[in-house]
Structure formats: structure tokens, C-alpha cells
């Protein structure tokens, strides 16, 4: 503002003598001077052109030093972004043989650019030498090959630091193919690469011990993890493309399957135990957790299971709940298991058929062949029932001594009782010849059979003492036949 009016001021001054000239004051003898004023007239235009000139050159430095600063804080803002990246780049001269490094390989290679000068072999020295001769070969043939230079190697920066590096850099030639220079980057990958290890480390851990399956929407399988091959006998060769039904057991609840199904259909996730079935036959136990997948377009592509094997665990609960001789389910069981299935039957309005079952005159065939002959009566006896109970949700239960209960599931009063009189004549069928035994010359059973809408039902208490009571019956009535409360 100052340079602003000392220019006014001197053009004014400039105007002023010009106009004094031309009025005659410094004119001699009063005539007028236009030498005089040729010479102000010039001098004015000089001081005009002077001006501009002068001002556009001041304009000029201060816009060149705005340039400097701003291309000082680009450089700042590259060398940060290269920091904070663990990046640098760098360029080679073929023809000059110069090599220029950013501030980022010298800040990855921990060298003061003051003191030290780029070269390929300093380089090279900082290379892990088992990874030389593979940096060295890569290089040259992408030359030749006229391709990307794509390495990643370790360096050993000091005694105790190892990291890795990518480097990338494309070559350029001249007209006639000659390699003429490359442009290249250096990544200090070392945290990636630590943080891959461990994850792969952990997936390791996953695949050999957790059990894991993936399905596409219809249960096909389409991975799982060596955990799972393990446990199901199976190899992934035979499980990749199979439907997961192939380690359905058999005899498992339909209901739960329909259940687990919609759940996840649904969108939801599904936990619960299932028995599983081996390649060898055999089974195994699993706690299991279902979730569905998703792209990353948010639609659903399959499902994924996560499974804990629990087969010691169910062993242990089957000895806990098994009678020891016959190798059915106890009385602990019986009691754990009855109110459950009349609860569960009330949920669907069903028939709910429970029969008490005791094995004719067994006291004495036990005094007159003996309680070991007994004992494999017993066991043939619960074999035959157990072997006439197909679904899933019908139970044999030992309640003591020679007393059984057995519930099943039934559409009408009618098949409860015809399946009842199957089971009676199946132990008859044994053949296990009992000379003592009035109602027949083999074992036979009594039984008493409560067939009831379960709406009916108070308790489970109710219809044990009512099946209780027609066991009585059966037996005051003439022994192995069947009384119940349908007729």
C-alpha cells in the first residue's frame, strides 16, 4: 500500500512539471520550451511503461515463490504420505547409471539420505541372502520379458529385525526395445505378512480341530475342514458335492430337521445337539450351531455349520440314563423323559400311548432256571420290544426288575392297540420256554395300555397309574394278553 502512493505521488509530480512547462513559467524571455516539454512528455511515458513493467516483474517473483512454497508442501505432504504408507519409490537411469530413491526407501531401509548415496548393490546388501538370488533373476527377466518386476523378499535392516518388502516396477524402452529405465515402489509388507502368518496359523488351528462345514442353499456341501473328515471317516475328495444328509442318522426326529430347516431358511441361526452318522456306520455326537452366509450384495448363499463333538459327553449320559443289563432305557430316564413328551404331545394336540409291561410268572422261571438265565431273558425280551420301535420319539424303558414301560406314538386308539398285541405276541415268538408259566409254555407278557387323547391328560402321573391298573387287570384276567382303556 506504502509502493502504491510513493507511485502516485511521483506521477503527480511528473503531471505537475509538464503542465507548469506549458503554461510559460520556466519558458525564457516567455516563450515557450517544446524541447523542454518533449522531454517531461517521454519521461512520463517512460515512468508509465517503467511501472507496468516493474509491477509485473514483482508479480512474476511473488507468484514464482508461491509455486516454491506450495510444490515445498506437496513434497512434505508425499514424503508424510510415504511414512505413514511404509512406501517409497524409486527410479533407475540406464543410460546414466543414476538410481534415485524417495524419502520413504530411506526411511524403509533406516539410511540418512545425507550420508549415504542410492545404489542397486546397497541394496542388495540389505537382502536376506537367501532371497538374493531371486530378487537379482526377477529383475533381469522382467527386463527381458518386457513385464511388470513383481518380488517380495526380506530384508535384514539390523541383527534382530527381519521384514519383508514388495516391490513393483515397470520398464520403459526406446524405439528400438532397448531398456532405457524403470520406475518402481518399495512396500514395507512386514505387518501384513506377521498378521497373515497368524492367521493362517489360526485357520490351521480351525481346520484340525474344529469341525466345519459350508452348504450351498439346497445342503450341498461345498467345503469342510479336516476336523470334520476326521470325525466322519469321510475325505473332502467324497464330501465336496454330497448333500449333508449323507451324515443324517437314520433314525433321527424328522421334526427336528423340519425345524432346523425353516430356521435357517428363515435367515436365522439354529443350535442344537444331532447324532451323526459315519462313513463306517457308526455314530457320533455333535453340538451344533448352523448360520447363514451372504455375499457381499447382502444375498444369501449357503450356510455354514460349526460343530463341537459331545459323543464322550453323550456316552456318558447314555450310561447315566441306559439300564445296565438290558441296555434300554431306566426308571432316571423314564422319570426325565415322560413329562417332556406329554408336554410336547399337548403343543400338537396329539395321542399320547403308554403301556406298563411285566413278564409272566418271572420270579419263578428266575428259581427254576436260575437269575443268569434270567438275566438273558431280560435282554432278549427288551431286544425284541426295542427293535419294534422305529421312530425316534418312541422309548422302552426298563422300570425295574421285570417291569417295562414303553410309549409310542400312534393316528388312532385302534393302531395303539394292534401295536400292543404285536409286541406281546413278539416276546411270546422268542420262544423261551418257561414251564412254570400258566398263560403260556414260553416267556409271555401282561401288559396294560392307556391310549388317550393327551388333552385328556392331567399329569403323567395319571396315566402311569391308570396303565398301572390295567396291568393289574391283565393279570388277574388270565395273564399274557393286553388290557386297555379303549373298549
Not at 82 to 96: A, L, P, S
Not at 359 to 388: C, E, P
Not at 437 to 452: D, F
Request: proline share 1%; with cysteine; charged share 30%.
Amino acid at each position: 500500500m506504502k509502493k502504491y502512493k510513493i507511485n502516485i505521488i511521483i506521477f503527480l509530480f511528473l503531471i505537475a512539471t509538464f503542465l507548469l512547462y506549458e503554461s510559460g513559467i520556466f519558458s525564457k524571455e516567455g516563450k515557450e520550451s517544446s524541447f523542454t516539454s518533449c522531454i517531461i512528455i517521454i519521461l512520463l511515458l517512460l515512468y508509465i511503461i517503467a511501472s507496468k513493467y516493474f509491477t509485473r516483474r514483482r508479480g512474476d517473483l511473488d507468484e514464482s515463490s508461491h509455486v516454491n512454497d506450495k510444490l515445498k508442501e506437496l513434497s512434505n505432504s508425499l514424503n508424510e504420505a510415504q511414512r505413514v504408507t511404509k512406501m517409497g519409490f524409486w527410479e533407475f537411469n540406464v543410460k546414466t547409471h543414476q538410481l534415485f530413491w524417495s524419502e520413504g526407501v530411506y526411511d524403509i531401509l533406516r539410511l540418512d539420505k545425507n550420508v549415504v548415496e542410492p545404489s542397486y548393490e546397497l541394496l542388495l546388501s540389505y537382502v536376506h541372502k537367501d532371497d538374493r538370488e531371486s530378487l537379482t533373476r526377477e529383475f533381469r527377466d522382467s527386463i527381458k520379458e518386457r513385464r511388470e518386476y513383481y518380488i517380495v523378499h526380506r530384508i535384514q535392516v539390523n541383527k534382530n529385525e527381519l521384514r519383508y518388502l514388495q516391490e513393483r516396477a515397470t520398464h520403459y524402452y526406446n524405439a528400438n526395445g532397448k531398456h532405457m529405465r524403470s520406475l518402481g515402489s518399495i512396500y514395507d509388507s512386514t505387518d501384513t505378512v506377521i498378521a497373515q502368518k497368524s492367521i493362517e496359523n489360526y485357520v490351521e488351528i480351525i481346520e484340525d480341530n474344529i469341525i466345519t462345514s459350508s452348504t450351498d442353499l439346497d445342503g450341498n456341501i461345498v467345503g469342510v475342514s479336516e476336523a470334520f473328515c476326521k470325525i466322519s471317516g469321510y475325505s473332502k475328495e467324497e464330501l465336496i458335492g454330497m448333500n449333508h444328509r449323507v451324515i443324517k442318522d437314520p433314525e433321527a426326529d424328522d421334526e427336528v430337521f423340519k425345524i432346523l430347516w425353516e430356521t435357517i431358511t428363515e435367515g436365522k441361526v439354529w443350535s442344537g445337539e444331532l447324532k451323526n452318522l459315519k462313513k463306517d456306520g457308526s455314530h457320533f455326537w455333535v453340538k451344533v450351531t448352523i448360520y447363514p452366509t451372504y455375499n457381499d450384495l447382502g444375498e444369501k448363499m449357503g450356510y455354514t455349520a460349526v460343530r463341537l463333538d459331545i459323543t464322550s459327553l453323550k456316552i456318558l449320559e447314555e450310561i447315566a440314563i441306559t439300564d445296565a443289563l438290558t441296555n434300554i432305557y431306566n426308571r432316571r430316564h423314564f422319570n426325565e423323559v415322560f413329562p417332556k413328551i406329554i408336554s410336547s404331545a399337548k403343543r400338537k394336540n396329539e395321542l399320547v400311548s403308554f403301556i406298563i409291561m411285566d413278564i409272566d410268572y418271572f420270579k419263578q422261571y428266575n428259581d427254576t432256571y436260575g437269575h443268569h438265565m434270567g438275566d438273558l431273558a431280560l435282554k432278549r425280551v427288551a431286544q425284541a420290544v426295542k427293535s419294534l420301535l422305529k421312530r425316534a420319539d418312541d422309548y422302552c424303558f426298563r422300570l425295574g426288575g421285570e417291569e417295562f414301560g414303553i410309549i409310542f406314538k400312534t393316528e388312532t386308539n385302534k393302531d395303539a392297540f394292534a401295536f400292543s398285541t404285536k409286541i406281546k405276541d413278539a416276546i411270546e415268538s422268542l420262544k423261551i420256554v418257561h414251564a412254570n408259566n400258566s398263560a403260556s409254555k414260553y416267556i409271555s407278557a401282561s401288559m396294560g395300555l392307556v391310549c388317550k387323547n393327551v388333552n385328556d391328560v392331567e399329569n403323567e402321573y395319571m396315566i402311569y397309574k391308570e396303565a398301572d391298573a390295567l396291568l393289574y387287570m391283565a393279570k388277574n384276567s388270565g395273564r399274557n394278553r393286553v388290557c386297555t382303556n379303549i373298549f
